[in-house]
């Protein structure tokens, strides 16, 4: 039972407008005391699909603003995905560097991934650092940093440092607390469903 | 305290290998039984970033997969959202409706939202009956429910009777138990920390 139950159509037409009315001067009140701007720090983590998938709006929706965005994935290596596919397909807008060669558990191999690993975050520093990038995804981070390949020390020194002139963005499951801590944006995506247990293969265009 | 500590690097990296090399056997075993390909039903809800922005950067995985995508923004109205520059730059690859004209507390008139929110609905089902389409986005259609506006039940009846060949995905906070009920995935956005909370105005290239 709503509480508009029994009124006619014109008195819920009307009760709308007040409340909406209301609701129109309570907002602008609440955004009037929004002032700040600036470089975000995102962190996007849980066990639900959506953390790689969002930050990838995030990059959309950065280029219909005519930014320039640096991506630096950490785990999917020789993959192909059609985030690769098509993001590949603006080189003056969008860096896209895939490091590694794949999920840990095909390569077998400790020091080769803890090297492209390495090398994946020092790449990612010199974006972050480049005043020409104005949002940087390092997609899968939180990975390479709970398999220890890259420190979470030196990660989050370095992040109290960055430059806030541009949003960066860090996807992955598992993301640890001291980074968490120092993010502007924090979202868990929780899995409630998904089709892989339910028997489906990823699939083009969803998951890659 | 992890287990491997105290062993040497050498240790560590063979240990790797063997753990690897299972869980690469596993996986394999695992991706063998998941044998089902076909449109899923997606429903993206929750309070927190990151439901819009996740379908968003479906779309553009799609795109790299050279599909056809069909999207419908059910509550954004006349905003200029950096997802509608961009996605609108590929007339050829992405139909973007936009219905409504703004939030409804700037409308003001129930009527007014219902014909929209109707108009964008009916679009929906072209779209989605449509052989063209290999993604259709509904963006905030759960909002457009859960106001009444729309009815679950046509909904629900709709989308247990859709073409099969194609992915839809449906974003909005407050998404009603009968719509998640028949989707193959829904992921709940939990919301951990938000940067509005923390005075931040809404951003270009994050927040639209």
């Known amino acids: 039972m709503s509480t508009t139950d029994g009124l006619s159509e014109a008195d819920k037409d009307r009760l709308h407008a007040e409340e909406m ?53 950490f785990i999917k290596g020789k993959w192909q995905t059609g985030e690769k596919h098509f993001f590949r397909r603006f080189p003056d807008l ?27 975050w020092r790449r990612s520093c010199e974006l972050i650092v480049d005043p020409d ?22 990660v989050v020194t370095f992040l109290k440092n960055r430059p806030r002139d541009k949003h960066i ?14 993010a502007d944006l924090v979202t868990e995506m929780t899995l409630i469903k998904h089709p892989y247990d339910a028997g489906f293969k990823p699939q083009r265009g969803v998951e890659f």
Do not use: H
């Open 169 to 182: 963005c860090i996807t992955g499951r598992d993301a640890r607390p001291q980074l968490t801590e120092i």
């Open 21 to 73: 009315k209301l609701r129109q001067a309570e907002r602008r009140a609440e955004r009037a005391t929004k002032k700040e701007r600036g470089g975000l720090l995102m962190v996007l983590t849980g066990p639900g699909k959506g953390k790689s998938s969002s930050a990838f709006g995030m990059v959309a929706r950065a280029l219909g603003w005519d930014m320039r965005v640096g991506i630096v994935q």
């Open 133 to 154: 990038y104005d949002f940087v995804l390092l997609d899968e981070l939180n990975i390479a940093i709970r398999n220890d390949y890259v420190s979470i020390d030196e």
């Open 94 to 120: 969008v860096t896209f560097d895939v490091m590694g060669e794949g999920f840990t558990w095909d390569v077998q191999d400790r020091q080769r991934d803890i090297a492209a690993a390495q090398q994946a």
